[in-house]
């Protein structure tokens, strides 16, 4: 059985090795298309953390000390090491996530943005200055690194999230040590591997594996400044409040459930393209899918189911290296058999069930986690299926009178991570971007993941904490601002009464 070691500073050899582990826990990774185990991951402690933390205080103030452009040209090699080795990760990340290779790639490709963004640090740490700010004085701030920053991630994501992170700690002068999910953990190591022969020094960046063990280890750890968390909700609420009362920096993004409305004036055959994709595509796995509909009027929800059943039965789902594939399998037994707990729910609830995915096999892949497309009709807010986030390939419509309902669904939703509409009318649209209670707003896009120079976060249960992650809001979670006012005396003694008042430059 292969093991999947921890990537931290010393360790002898690779970290991905064959043979027996002595690890007093292990977790099991599987490959979803087959539902076999393929490899065991170790679940490390205490001691193992402690282990990656004080490499990373030995490494960290040399970094920290490298000019900005330096630590630029890691980032730079970093990018051109993933392109090239971009199919064998693709794979890997299939392997273990379930996610159709085009989708690995899209995944790895999103945050390989976030190291672009990283490759122009230089200029994006430069500070303020003000000069004569008071008689002989100037003013100048500085952004600083924190020291050891830390990255908890799910298993949805595992190159994009990682990267999100890691792009901006590192460039920005930080040691940062990723806990990834335990689910699918190999593409976090070679990422690894990979920032190493780009030049990054060792213990710059490193890579423990755990559960919730190595979780509250990390949140309690004095040498660790911040956290950085992408999971599910009440997780995210749990490390937001434990990291803080350890005095830590801590933003943690949490569930979602996003809505997309749709104007009785929208093209409807490029919303239910838009849909497909974004309510099914990677089965639902997605911070940013889009698994409820909003029709706004009658018309428009029976044209709009019309078209969506037919799309929904044309689907393909199949195993993660089959190109025909829209979807893949969803990541283990455990969640498939919570989505189709979901979906008992939805019919139980009183909801109209169109299109049941239940009991999909895929011939020759019995054993693998495969779960068709469903869709749900007369989907109504009080609902708990409604009201939770399902997280498989199951979109629900919920049908809106005018477009202040409309509006009103996801605003009072407990959730508000990502919305769309989809209309031809400019001042519906604006209307709708500037009201709604959700943090990314999408404009007839059904997936409006803002690009690396911007900034990714949700709002109320979605994320905890106040910075989002990349872009400049990333760059201000993982620095504090120094600020220096300094005065050049030309020899005179200035007047010592004036000392005990509070300096006002006046
Ligand atoms: P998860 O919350 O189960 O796990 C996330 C991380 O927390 C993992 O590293 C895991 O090991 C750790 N963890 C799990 N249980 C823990 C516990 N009891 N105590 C401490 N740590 C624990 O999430 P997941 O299933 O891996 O990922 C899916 C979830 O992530 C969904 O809810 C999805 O919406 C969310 N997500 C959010 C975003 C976002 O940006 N808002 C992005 C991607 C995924």
């Known amino acids: 059985m292969r093991i999947i070691d921890h990537h931290i500073a010393g360790s002898a050899g ?64 970093f990018k051109a090491l993933v392109e090239k080795n971009m199919d064998e990760l693709a794979h890997l990340l299939s392997s273990e996530h379930g996610k159709v290779i085009a989708d690995s790639k899209g995944d790895i490709q999103r945050g390989l943005e976030v190291i672009e963004f990283a490759c122009g640090i230089p200029h994006v740490l430069k500070g303020e200055y003000t000069q ?79 559960d919730k063990e190595m979780v509250d280890a990390i949140l309690d750890h004095p040498g660790i400044a911040a956290v950085s968390f992408v999971g599910s909700s009440d997780i995210a609420h749990y490390v937001y409040s434990r990291g803080v009362a350890a005095g830590k920096r801590v933003q943690a993004m949490g569930g979602a459930k996003n809505h997309g409305i749709v104007m ?154 990502g919305v769309a509409i989809f209309t031809r009318n400019g001042h519906a649209a604006r209307e709708f971007a500037a009201r709604v209670n959700v943090g990314m707003v999408g404009i007839n896009v059904p997936i409006p993941v803002p690009v690396a120079y911007h900034s990714f976060g949700g709002w109320k249960r979605s994320a905890f904490g106040d910075t989002n992650q990349h872009g400049m809001e990333g760059v201000r979670f993982w620095t504090k601002v120094k600020t220096v006012t300094q005065r050049w005396p030309d020899g005179g003694v200035g007047d010592a009464a004036n000392a005990f008042v509070i300096p006002t430059m006046g």
């Open 264 to 417: 009785p004036d929208a093209d409807l055959d490029q919303v239910v393209a838009d849909l497909s994709g974004a309510a099914f595509g990677s089965a639902g796995e997605r911070c940013m899918a889009l698994p409820v509909v909003v029709p706004v009027g009658e018309k428009t929800a029976i044209a709009l189911r019309e078209k969506l059943i037919p799309a929904i039965h044309a689907l393909r789902v199949g195993v993660s290296t089959d190109k025909d594939a829209h979807y893949g399998p969803v990541v283990n037994a455990a969640h498939k058999q919570r989505i189709e707990n979901w979906i008992q729910t939805g019919v139980d609830e009183g909801a109209e069930l169109v299109v049941d995915g239940r009991g999909f096999e895929l011939q020759g892949h019995e054993k693998g986690f495969f779960i068709g497309p469903s869709l749900f009709d007369h989907v109504t807010t009080d609902m708990s299926a409604y009201k939770e986030e399902i997280f498989g390939p199951v979109l629900q419509i919920v049908r809106a009178d005018d477009f202040e309902h409309a509006l009103r669904l996801p605003s009072e939703h407990q959730y508000g991570n």
């Open 14 to 77: 690779s970290s991905t090795r064959t043979g027996p582990t002595s690890e007093a826990r292990t977790g099991d990774v599987f490959d979803p298309n087959t539902g076999q185990i393929q490899a065991t991951v170790k679940l490390g402690d205490q001691a193992v953390l402690d282990a990656a933390v004080a490499a990373a205080q030995k490494a960290q103030p040399a970094w920290a000390a490298t000019n900005p452009q330096r630590r630029a040209r890691v980032m730079f090699n």
């Open 132 to 210: 004569g700010a008071g008689p002989g004085i100037d003013v100048y701030s500085m952004r600083q690194p924190l020291g050891i920053g830390a990255g908890i991630t799910p298993f949805n994501f595992p190159a994009m999230i990682p990267l999100w992170m890691s792009g901006i700690a590192l460039a920005t002068g930080n040691a940062f040590i990723l806990k990834p999910s335990e689910r699918d953990p190999s593409v976090p190591v070679r990422l690894g591997e990979l920032f190493r022969e780009a030049g990054l020094p060792e213990g710059i960046f490193q890579v423990v594996h755990g």
